[in-house]
C-alpha cells in the first residue's frame, strides 16, 4: 500500500464493503402495456415471495370509491392495476419501514433494487437479485420483449475534509470540471453519452457526482451511474441474456468510476480499469 493509499485509509470512511457501493437498481423495459390478466398473475406471483412480506398493488380509477376498505372487492373489480410494489419491510401500513430489497413492476417496466449493499462482491449481489426476482422475471420474459436493459450504481463514501480532491479524484478527466480542485464549494455535475453498437443496438450511459456536507469536518462524495443497453429491435430475450447483460454493463460501471478516480483511489477501491477509459 502507497503512502497516499494509507491516507485515504485513513480519512476515508466506509459504510458499505471496500468497493463503496451502496445501491444496486436493475431492470428492463418494455414497449407495450400489459394487459390486466398478466398483471394480475404478477400479483399473486410477487405475494408468493418469501423475501418479500410486503406487497401493495396501485390502481388506477376513473370514478370516485366512496369507501374502498369496506368494499375492496368492488374497487379491484373497478380499477385497473398499474403497478405491483413488495419489499422486505414489515407492515402494509408502515411506508417508512427500511427495507433493503424492492421490488417494483409497473405496465411497462421491471425494477429491483438492493440498499445498504454491505459486501464487495458483485456476483452475491446479482445472485440476490436474480433469485428473488426470479418468478416475475420469468413469467416477464415469457410475455414481453424487453427495449433496454438498465443497471444502476450508487457509490459513496464519507471522508475527512483535509483530503484534498486530487487525492480523490482523477485531476487529468476531461469529465470533472477543473473549478471542482480549485474551490472549496460544494458542487453537483452530469454527464451522458451513448455507444452506438451493430443493429441498432447502443448504450446510453448518464453518471453524477454529489459533493456534499456530513457534519464540521467531513464531507460525502456520490459517484451514480445509470448504464441502459437499448435494443433497436427489441424480441424475447432469455434469462442468461439479461443476466450476462447486468454483468457487462457492471464491468462498464467499474471502468467509469475507475476513471473518475485519482490512481491510488481506484486501487484503495480495488478498482482496475481494462478497455477504453470513458471518463478520461
Same mark, same amino acid.
Given at each position: 500500500?502507497s503512502?497516499?493509499?494509507?491516507? +485515504?485509509?485513513k480519512?476515508i470512511?466506509l *459504510? ?6 451502496d445501491?444496486?437498481?436493475? $431492470?428492463?423495459?418494455w414497449?407495450?402495456?400489459l ?14 415471495i418469501?423475501? #418479500?412480506?410486503?406487497?401493495?398493488e ?6 370516485? /370509491? ?5 368494499d ?5 373489480k373497478?380499477?385497473?392495476?398499474t403497478? /405491483?410494489? !413488495?419489499?422486505? $419491510?414489515e407492515? !402494509?401500513?408502515? @411506508?417508512?419501514?427500511a427495507?433493503? @430489497?424492492?421490488l417494483?413492476v ?6 429491483f ?5 454491505a ?9 440476490r ?6 418468478a ?9 420483449a ?5 443497471l444502476? @450504481?450508487?457509490?459513496?463514501?464519507k471522508?475527512?475534509?483535509e483530503?484534498r ?5 482523477n485531476?487529468q478527466s476531461?469529465w ?5 480542485f480549485?474551490?472549496a ?6 454527464h ?5 453498437? !451493430?443493429?441498432g443496438?447502443? /448504450?446510453?450511459?448518464?453518471?453524477n457526482l ?14 451514480s451511474?445509470l ?7 427489441p424480441?424475447?430475450i432469455a434469462a442468461e ?9 457492471h464491468?462498464?460501471?467499474?471502468? /467509469?468510476?475507475a *476513471? +473518475? #478516480?485519482s ?8 478498482? @482496475?480499469?481494462?478497455g477504453?477509459?470513458?471518463? *478520461?
Open positions: 500500500m503512502k497516499l493509499e494509507s491516507r +485515504l485509509a480519512h470512511h *459504510s458499505g464493503g471496500r468497493n463503496a457501493i445501491r444496486l437498481l436493475f $431492470g428492463f423495459e414497449e407495450a402495456g394487459d390486466q390478466s398478466v398483471m394480475a398473475n404478477l400479483s399473486t406471483i410477487v405475494r408468493d418469501a423475501e #418479500l412480506p410486503r406487497c401493495i396501485i390502481r388506477s380509477a376513473e370514478k370516485e /370509491i366512496d369507501n374502498p376498505q369496506s375492496f372487492a368492488a374497487f379491484k373497478s380499477t385497473d392495476l403497478q /405491483i410494489i !413488495a419489499d422486505d $419491510g407492515g !402494509a401500513d408502515a @411506508v417508512d419501514t427495507k433493503t @430489497v424492492e417494483n409497473r405496465e411497462n417496466g421491471f425494477m433494487l438492493l440498499n445498504d449493499v459486501h464487495s462482491d458483485w456476483e452475491i449481489s446479482r445472485n437479485a436474480l433469485d428473488t426476482s426470479k416475475a422475471v420469468t413469467e416477464l420474459l415469457n410475455t414481453v424487453p427495449e433496454s436493459i438498465g444502476k @450504481v450508487v457509490t459513496s463514501f471522508f475527512d475534509r483530503l480532491f486530487d487525492e480523490i479524484l485531476n476531461d470533472i470540471p477543473m473549478s471542482i480549485k474551490g464549494s460544494y458542487w453537483r455535475f452530469e451522458s453519452f451513448y455507444e452506438p453498437f !451493430a443493429n443496438t447502443a /448504450i446510453k450511459t448518464t453518471f454529489l459533493h456534499s456536507p456530513v457534519n464540521n469536518d467531513k464531507d460525502k462524495l456520490v459517484i451511474c448504464h441502459r443497453l437499448i435494443f433497436g429491435d424480441s424475447p441474456l439479461l443476466r450476462k447483460s447486468y454483468d457487462d454493463l464491468e462498464k460501471n467499474k471502468m /467509469i468510476v *476513471s +473518475l #478516480l490512481e491510488d483511489a481506484r486501487e484503495f477501491f480495488g478498482l @482496475v480499469p481494462e477504453d477509459n470513458y471518463a *478520461s
